[in-house]
């Protein structure tokens, strides 16, 4: 790739991501890409973006099955001229990989014993510490 006559000095990479997902939401999924600003520091950079993707069932109390994904990423950057092999081409790359492994999350609904059950253990400690301060 000839990219001398484009002049290098003048390639800004600052970018936005309003959006990035694998799939439907679902309640509490946090899509790690979501509204990044990045302000490239110079010119000329390379941005990579290492995404793994992790397929996600979410089983929801009413017994709807809801197939999606969530994922993780990681951030490289670097000043690529272009004119070194080595050295990459100035962009944005999103790479992204598959995971073979799925997540499960089933919600689930507590019974008033578990909450009761919580609440007791609460003012069992709060006891327990002003026995200690006493």
């Known amino acids: 790739h000839d990219l001398q006559s484009f002049g290098l000095d003048n390639i800004n990479m600052t970018h936005y991501i309003r959006h990035l997902s694998f799939g439907e939401d679902y309640p509490g999924i946090v899509n790690p890409l979501d509204r990044t600003n990045v302000t490239a520091p110079q010119a000329s950079m390379m941005f990579q973006y290492f995404v793994k993707v992790v397929p996600t069932v979410y089983m929801k109390v009413d017994g709807e099955v809801l197939r999606t994904n969530q994922f993780s990423v990681t951030r490289?950057?670097?000043?690529?001229?272009?004119?070194?092999?080595?050295?990459?081409?100035?962009?944005?790359?999103?790479?992204?990989?598959?995971?073979?492994?799925?997540?499960?999350?089933?919600?689930?609904?507590?019974?008033?014993?578990?909450?009761?059950?919580?609440v007791c253990a609460i003012i069992g400690g709060m006891f327990t510490v002003a026995g200690l301060i006493d």
């Open 76 to 118: 490289h950057e670097k000043v690529a001229n272009g004119l070194m092999g080595d050295q990459g081409l100035p962009g944005v790359f999103v790479l992204y990989e598959l995971s073979p492994m799925m997540v499960k999350l089933t919600e689930k609904h507590r019974s008033f014993t578990h909450f009761l059950t919580g």
